[in-house]
């Protein structure tokens, strides 16, 4: 029970579901992993997400951690199955799952995705959200610059406000019911994003989500931590002073990265 919990991202995005778990489960230590220096997973093969992910699993399983959460939605896409048929023992869990059961109970919505290109090519929301709820409209889009406009400072200016209506203002997204934030990157435009719908649309918050699911699987197998003295370590496997800063963004607070080539 007094394990830590591992968490890893293709790079300091994933910190955003570990705020969350921060919140939601705030007697857990986590040791996260950000792999800086293979990323962005987003225009990567299959293949090369799986083996990234598949060595950051056996890093954090060697810290000793309870469970894995896979803080990437193109890693939760891509290389989930594999990990859980590689690493059946341990609970593991995806950002895309969470977000599905919320989505996925309401009847006859439109529901609009934004995510990388690769998580977009694999459909995986799609698919998941059509098993659980064949009756929804579902429509999907790679919206590949919001990540730099995250990445670069630019939430609340000129320039984000106009990649979300170039993006968002299209037809095929303008009267969605629900729109899913499919990328680690993308909660911290959701003000601005609910301000484009202006309560047209529900902006789905996927880090609670997964930090409530987490919390309900380790009810589940007995592995919930009591105590209140939390660890927290952060890894990248490549540090630059750009990350520290962009951390900071993401988690919400000051961290300091350790390095930690993989
Ligand atoms: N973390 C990725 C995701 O959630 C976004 C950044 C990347 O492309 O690596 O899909």
Redesign the pocket.
Known sequence: MNKPIGIF???V??LTVAAAIKRVLPNESFVYFGDTRH????DKSEDTIRGYSDRITDFLLAQDCKAIVIA???ASALAYTFLTQKYPDVPIINVVDPVVAHVGSKINNKVGII??RA?TKSGIYRKKLRKLNAKLQVVAAATPLL?GVVEEGFTNTKVSQGAIETYLGSKKFSDVTTLILG???FPLLQKEIETFYNGRAEVVDSPELVAHYLKYRLAQTQLLEASLMPNYSFYVSEFTDNFNRVAKMFFGEDISLEEKML
Do not use: L
């Open positions: 991202d293709s790079g995005g994933g990323s962005p997973y987003g990437c939605n193109t995510a990388t998580t990540v990328c680690t990157h």
